[in-house]
């Protein structure tokens, strides 16, 4: 029995050592950070097998919530239990938190010096161009397929007039092409449950619109300049992107806003990823439905992103910097391997020395 808990103890820091590791370097975005969970435990550590982790994979994306955190949970609970998966879980996200934190803390004392409104303006225009670099994976493979930019057109256009909407376009273009011609019989039905949580689908990037609905919007918790810092520092820190709401949440109610925010993000996608998907992986690995499910799905992200940042770059102001380091950084992040941590505030520093010598 003694060797036994040594060797579950072992486990659970094997897996705590590598995500923390993961989440303080694991910059690029929630596919960079899947791919190097597939290199070291899959090829490296053989913690599961390539097949089995390519079909759960294909699952966990169809699933809502961030793709990366819920990888790190599935794989750390195969590996080391409940316990490893809560492990992995927070050692992925602790080093981003703690950074986020920081951000919102400081910031606020510095941001009356002259230096950073065009240092934050260069910082938030770059953001903008990472996110709409980062839809590159999420497109991949459906670049010349007319239904699905069709698609994403539908879904942008009524995100634009209805931006409350978002999650029911996301379910409701999942459900369409899986069921074809019968979803709008069954749209009374999937609204009922689809009101039963709050869901994000592919990406952390899917977030953007709904915080920017809510958070802004509707509730006005934030103004739009407060919120795109939040969103500039989520991208410039490691780990899943949708830390973004530790910063929101310490903006409102300070630590325990940044806390509860931070577990209201993460815990739906834990749940799942330790309780009943593993159950049900093998069974549904494969199933032909699940390709279509997540074709619809991920046209229903790509298309409320793109409205977001035409919104969010409409508050900072077209002007010919913005649109410049908009346009390099969306360049920059699809066509080079540049880190993206440093992309952000490089777009900040350029735009702080060409205000000065203006």
């Not at 990888?71 to 316990?83: D, E, I, K, M, P």
């Not at 938190?97 to 009356?112: A, G, N, R």
């Not at 634009?160 to 019989?185: A, Q, R, T, V, W």
């Not at 006005?220 to 939040?230: K, N, P, V, Y």
Request: charged share 10%.
């Amino acid at each position: 029995m003694e060797n036994e808990n040594r060797k579950i103890l072992n486990s659970i820091k094997e897996v705590f050592i590598y995500f923390l590791k993961l989440g303080a370097l694991g910059f690029g975005g929630p596919l960079a950070l899947v791919s190097n969970m597939q290199k070291h435990c899959v090829e490296e550590k053989n913690w599961i097998s390539q097949e089995e982790f390519t079909s759960t994979f294909a699952l966990i994306k169809a699933m809502p919530g961030p793709v990366a955190f819920m990888t790190a949970v599935f794989l750390s609970r195969h590996r080391a239990g409940f316990f490893g998966a809560l492990a992995g879980g927070i050692a992925l996200n602790l080093p981003a938190f703690i950074l986020m934190v920081l951000f919102s803390l400081f910031f606020s004392s510095l941001s009356h010096l002259s230096f950073m409104h065009p240092l934050m303006l260069g910082m938030q225009a770059t953001a903008l161009g990472v996110i709409l670099g980062s839809l590159k994976g999420l497109i991949k493979g459906n670049e010349k397929n007319v239904l699905f930019w069709s698609l994403v057109i539908i879904a942008g256009t009524i995100n634009y007039f209805h931006p409350n909407l978002e999650p029911m376009i996301i379910i409701g273009f999942g459900m369409m092409m899986i069921l074809k011609g019968k979803f709008f019989d069954l749209g009374a039905m999937t609204l009922v449950f689809f009101k039963a949580g709050s869901l994000v689908f592919g990406s952390g990037l899917a977030i953007v619109p709904m915080l920017e609905h809510d958070v802004v919007t509707k509730y006005h918790w934030l103004t739009q300049s407060e919120f795109l810092d939040a969103l500039a520092f989520g991208q410039m820190t490691p780990g899943p992107v949708v830390i973004t709401a530790t910063y929101i949440g310490h903006k409102m109610y300070g630590y325990p806003g940044a806390v509860l925010a931070t577990l209201a993000i993460f815990s739906a996608s834990f749940f799942h990823m330790t309780t009943w998907f593993p159950l049900v992986v093998k069974k549904l690995s494969g199933k032909s439905w699940i390709k279509d499910f997540v074709f619809g799905a991920v046209a229903g992200v790509v298309g409320p992103i793109l409205v977001a940042v035409f919104k969010l770059g409409n508050g900072l102001g077209y002007t010919p910097l913005t649109l410049t380091l908009l346009c390099a950084a969306f360049l920059i992040t699809l066509k080079t391997k540049f880190p993206l941590w440093a992309v952000i505030p490089l777009g900040g520093i350029i735009s702080l020395v060409l205000t000065f010598f203006s």
